[in-house]
């Protein structure tokens, strides 16, 4: 983790942007099953980045991690901002694919992707999420790509 901002840039925070930072620091050191405890009842999830992976998988809610998906998964913060009811960061999952993601029977390649979160507490709860998260750089990973292709090589990337 690289910085915490506050409401007027680095700086203390309130006592609510503190409560929450804690709430979404846990919730990403939860498992994937564990995560379920931290979300509020009605809780809403947007997820952007991966929909053509996850329609290729029959995701239709935009998921597709499990914890078969990358047995030794690992979430490194790069960084994370929190004002008022809300919280952003960005993270980098890496690890093995070693169960089926996204409908991608395992490959035991070496994954690493690039996401971006924000999360919307209430009471703290999260009440809804947005993701955004680089599918283009996850299907190289997976060898779902044609040959030459890199990341490198896509704008944005």
């Known amino acids: 983790m690289t910085s915490l901002v506050g409401p007027a840039g680095p700086g203390p925070h309130t006592p609510e942007e ?23 009842p009605g809780y809403r999830v947007h997820r952007h980045g991966m929909a053509h992976l996850a329609a290729l998988g029959g995701f239709t809610d935009g998921t597709g991690y499990t ?26 999952i890496q690890g093995t694919h070693t169960g089926p993601l996204f409908g991608v029977e395992p490959t035991g390649r070496r994954l690493r992707v690039l996401e971006l979160g924000i999360w919307r507490l209430v009471d703290g709860k ?12 996850l299907a190289h990973s997976l060898g779902l790509l044609p040959t030459g292709s890199s990341p490198a090589a896509s704008p944005g990337h």
């Open 18 to 40: 503190h409560r929450n930072l804690d709430t979404v620091l846990a919730l990403r050191r939860a498992t994937v099953e564990g995560r379920a405890a931290f979300f509020a």
């Open 126 to 137: 999260v009440a809804e999420a947005w993701f955004f998260a680089d599918e283009y750089g």
């Open 67 to 92: 914890a078969g998906s990358i047995a030794d998964r690992r979430d490194r913060i790069e960084d994370i901002i929190a004002r008022g009811d809300r919280v952003w960061a960005v993270w980098t």
